[in-house]
């Protein structure tokens, strides 16, 4: 369907599920959300022209789709699931690897079948492509036997039809191997994401853990020991990768910065579970906790 009434715009859904792809595999999740949901309103449009629904709101013509019986409620379910994260990840700056996936995980799902919703057309014009052979297979056996008899024009006729249908079949085999080994791709790759993203988990939780239990003790009381816990040396982290300095606590805030991988930073306090505060060039900055570590004292 869409591949034959707009190409443009189908190659602009391709290439925009490699690019969905891409961003996952440099872990701009943020912006792979972004462009997920783009590629989304892609097809969602293609739909309606198909449908002759008027251009709406996203969810508004999804819900007209769903209801108009253009498509299943497991697609709109998916199409309405792609929106919510990408328009989560516009507002909020979500940039979270398990809404990333998931949003790349069910766009795969929905452009394959976007892809093969012309099937019907096609296995239609094929039956009467078989027809028309049919009927020149026919008239060549009635000459068959009326020269050689007919039980010998008719061992003859079997085997060529039997060879013209092996030969369609194995043609629609091919056509289905080429789009189920990108399917199969994509599977592997989310499934080496999924094992690897959570390893950085451990170490946002070992970053955070000394912040949170230093905060009570220098606003519990104003007795001496308090002075004394002020004054001891500051929390200190070290940057494992090059790292962005950001005017704001989102990926979409001014990058006035950045530090090189290995850096020591000092942590002034915890805007979120994603955002810490640090002092840079006399102001208040943010960096993502993804890519600091607690550095140990020295002894």
Known sequence: MGRTENPSIWEK???NVQETERLIG???YNLAMIKARQTMEYMVKLHCDKAGIVESTPDTMIRELYGGKWISKSTAEHYLQILSIGEQAAKDGDN??????????LLSQEVYAFSNSDKPERTRRSAREASVSRGSDSS???SSRAAAGSRTSSSRAVPQSRSRRRQRSGFYGL??????????????LIFLICILAPKDTPTEETSTAPVTTEAPTTMASTEPETTEEETAAPVVYRTTDVLNVRSGPSTNDERIGKLDAGASIEVIGDYDETWAIIIYN???AYVSKDYLTLEEPAE
């Open 96 to 105: 979270g690897a398990f809404n990333a996936n998931q949003a790349y995980h």
């Open 26 to 28: 440099q872990k701009k």
């Open 282 to 284: 006399g102001q208040e």
């Open 175 to 188: 056509d289905l191997l080429k789009l189920l080994i990108p399917i199969v791709l994509i599977i592997v």
């Open 140 to 142: 060549r056996a009635a």
């Open 13 to 15: 859904i391709q290439r």
